[in-house]
């Protein structure tokens, strides 16, 4: 599965952007059936869980710092995954990924195989 993030850019505190992480490739048929996850990774700290869906029931997790502010969902006709990003604050200034996984729900970043190249957030005023 190949992944594509857009989306980013600078916005001020109190902001919001829409990121979205388009998938292709030839395993697209079966997107129904994976788990994909946004991470980010500011400077000179480690990646870290934002959000997570289910394709197959829907299911979602939010991290506790983004619970709230931020939504995950899909959009079918895109096959994409989309995080709505609201009251955005410069913590939340960070490169943002999206990744996909066959097997695992809102694993750690070392169990994913497809990731995207990410999209810069940069939250200051």
């Known amino acids: 599965l190949q992944l594509v993030e857009s989306g980013g850019g600078s916005v001020q505190p109190g902001g919001s952007l829409r990121l979205s992480c388009a998938a292709s490739g030839s395993t697209l048929e079966y997107l129904d059936y994976y788990y994909i996850t946004w991470f980010r990774q500011a400077p000179g700290k480690e990646r870290e869980v934002v959000s997570c869906?289910?394709?197959?029931?829907?299911?979602?997790t939010y991290a506790e710092s983004v619970k709230g502010r931020f939504t995950i969902s899909r959009d079918s006709a895109k096959n994409s995954i989309d995080l709505l990003m609201n009251s955005l604050n410069p913590e939340d200034t960070a490169v943002y990924y999206c990744a996909a996984s066959p097997r695992y729900f809102c694993s750690t970043s070392q169990m994913y195989d497809d990731w995207g190249p990410g999209t810069q957030v940069t939250v200051s005023s």
């Open positions: 869906i289910s394709l197959s029931d829907g299911r979602t």
